[in-house]
């Protein structure tokens, strides 16, 4: 992907990603609360809820990395590491 497609996306989506294996990449936007909330309706399990989180923010990318099973755990074990969270605190009153 070139530089100039990876602004746009960005000023699209915000946060874009690269994910690189060897000689196969991907890039991924930033998940969102409906991407998240998505994911976890269709699936029944952990790996699905990973991949269906994937195929929600891909971008583009080798097909290799959603369709080989030694790439595909490779990226399903990381995209969670998209989500980002922010916790405080209860306060009783």
Sequence with gaps: MNEEKIKA????YGEIHHYKVKDKEC???KP???DIDYAQSVSKSNMGFKKALVNSI???GDEALRAETKYALGLFGLVSELIEVEVGN???L
């Design 32 to 34: 969102d609360i409906d």
């Design 27 to 29: 890039f991924l936007r």
């Design 9 to 12: 996306l960005k000023e699209q």
């Design 58 to 60: 891909w971008l583009e």
């Design 90 to 92: 209860w306060v009783k």
